[in-house]
Structures are given as structure tokens and as C-alpha cells.
């Protein structure tokens, strides 16, 4: 029979010896913060959208209101929610050992950083920030913060429009992200995938770039991934109750 209480003690020993660790996680990690993943995201009200009429720039430009009052919806989510047990135990070690964790996220919110570690890598952009969807075609050029409020806010001078600052399907990463993630992933000695289905690329790539490089690749996820065979151990349970066990 599987020892969970074993495996978990071993591996915090290997954490305790790491020079470099890296997490990188997904929709997962705040799960128990209340936020639902992506697909959850899309129940209820928004059963009948798909999600690339939804997160997408043709989905926006074809509906921006709907697209904007899904948004909006999800950041109120966003600010009400408070960081998990889980994102605590990381943000608690990054101050008892700094330079020592890399957090790379999938997530667009912002409980990383509450929670203490507040150069996570953030792949998929930030919910929260305001961005033109085309530039601003005024002379001084406009911030996004100056629109007209709006439903999306709009530029009084050039009528731009204000989008959410995530990457949406079809999109760049955020410029330096996805290099700094790898860079990340093959210096550290142990690899923590948090969350995340690892269905979504490049993000789900990284596992096995840490493992090439030569580090332990742990996956804490209640349920099977994608990138399960990237890992050398899968542990069965929920960010929140298991991260405080392996960092606090
Ligand atoms: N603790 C740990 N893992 C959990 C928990 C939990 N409490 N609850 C759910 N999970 C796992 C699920 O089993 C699933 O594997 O989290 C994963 C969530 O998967 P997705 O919703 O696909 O999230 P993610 O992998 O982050 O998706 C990647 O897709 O649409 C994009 O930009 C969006 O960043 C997102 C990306």
C-alpha cells in the first residue's frame, strides 16, 4: 500500500536541500480560494458560450459588452477572493529561504502575489489590468486608466476600446515570460506542478523541460493530467492541503 504521509516527508526533505525549486501552477491553486477554473468559469449564465467566443479577440471584437461583463464578473471574483493555505505555505517560504522558488502561474489573478511572492511569473497576463485593444490613436497618447467608463470603457478621443490584460486564445505570451519561465524550469533541482490539467502550451511544456534538465518533477493534483508522465511522483490532493506540508 501507498505511503502518502512517507512520500510527502521525503519530498519535503528534498525541498529543504534544493537550491532552486519551481512551481508552476494552474487553475487549480485557487480552486479553494473560490475561483473557478477556467471551465467551471464557464457554467451557469455562460453555459451556452464556447470559450473562444468568450477569450478570444474575434470573440471580443464581436461582442465587446459580453465579453467585457464575463470579465468583469470573474474580477470581482477575483478581488473578493482571499489566497488558499496553499499559496500562504509558498509565499511563507519564499521569505524563509529567498531565491530559492520560482512560482510560475497560469492563473490571472493576483493571489501569488498577495500571498508573498511577488515576482511570480504570470504566463497568461493579469486579469485585472486594463489594456487598449488597439492602440490609442490620440495625440498625447491616452493610458487605458483615462477611458470613459463603459461597458468596455472606451477612449473619449479615439473611441479605443479597453480590454482585459490576459492572453487570450491565439495570443503571445507577455514579452520575457515564457523565457524566464524556462530559464526557471532548467535551473531548478525540483519541479512543483500545481493545478493545472496541462492541457494548455507552452506552460505545459515546462515539466518536461525541468525533467530533461535534470530535475524531480512532483504534480499535486486530485485528479490525472496531461503531463502526467513528465513527473517521477503524482500526488493525489488539493493544493491547500498539501502545499503547508511540504513548505510551511
Ligand atoms: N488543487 C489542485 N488541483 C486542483 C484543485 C485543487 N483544489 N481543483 C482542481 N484541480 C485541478 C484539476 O484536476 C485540473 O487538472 O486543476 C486543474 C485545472 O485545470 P484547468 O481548468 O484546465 O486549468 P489550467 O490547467 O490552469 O488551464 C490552463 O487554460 O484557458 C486557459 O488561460 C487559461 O491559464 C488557463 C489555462
Same mark, same amino acid.
Given at each position: ?11 519535503r ?5 534544493? #537550491? ?43 461582442d ?26 509558498l509565499?511563507?517560504? #519564499? ?6 522558488l ?12 498577495r ?13 485585472l489590468?486594463?489594456r ?18 463603459g461597458?468596455?470603457?472606451r ?5 479605443a ?12 505570451l507577455?514579452?520575457?515570460a ?19 490539467s ?9 515539466a518536461?523541460?525541468a525533467?530533461? #534538465? ?19 511522483l ?15
Amino acid at each position: 500500500m501507498r505511503d502518502l504521509d512517507a512520500e510527502l516527508h521525503e519530498l519535503r526533505a528534498r525541498i529543504d536541500r534544493a #537550491a532552486r525549486v519551481c512551481v508552476l501552477s494552474g487553475a487549480g491553486m485557487s480552486a479553494e480560494s473560490g475561483i473557478p477554473t477556467f471551465r467551471d468559469a464557464l457554467t451557469g449564465l455562460w453555459s451556452r458560450f464556447d470559450p473562444a467566443q468568450l477569450a478570444s479577440e474575434e470573440g471580443f471584437r464581436a461582442d465587446p459588452r459580453l465579453v467585457w461583463d464575463w470579465y468583469a464578473q470573474r474580477r470581482e471574483g477575483v478581488r473578493a477572493a482571499q489566497p488558499n493555505a496553499g499559496h500562504l505555505a509558498l509565499g511563507a517560504f #519564499a521569505q524563509r529561504r529567498p531565491g530559492v522558488l520560482t512560482v510560475v502561474t497560469q492563473n490571472v489573478d493576483d493571489l501569488h502575489q498577495r500571498a508573498g511572492n511577488a515576482d511570480a511569473i504570470r504566463l497568461h497576463g493579469d486579469i485585472l489590468a486594463d489594456r487598449w485593444l488597439q492602440p490609442c490613436r490620440c495625440r498625447p497618447r491616452r493610458d487605458p486608466g483615462e477611458a470613459e467608463p463603459g461597458r468596455p470603457p472606451r477612449c473619449p478621443g479615439c473611441g479605443a476600446l479597453v480590454r482585459p490584460g490576459v492572453v487570450w486564445f491565439g495570443e503571445m505570451l507577455p514579452e520575457g515570460a515564457m523565457e524566464a519561465a524556462e530559464r526557471a524550469a532548467r535551473a531548478a533541482e525540483l519541479m512543483l506542478v500545481v493545478g493545472t490539467s496541462g492541457a494548455v502550451w507552452p506552460a505545459a511544456g515546462l515539466a518536461g523541460t525541468a525533467r530533461r #534538465a535534470g530535475a524531480f518533477v512532483a504534480i499535486v493534483n486530485p485528479h490525472d493530467s496531461e503531463i502526467d508522465a513528465s513527473a517521477q511522483l503524482l500526488l493525489p490532493g488539493t493544493a491547500a492541503q498539501i502545499l503547508p506540508r511540504l513548505f510551511a
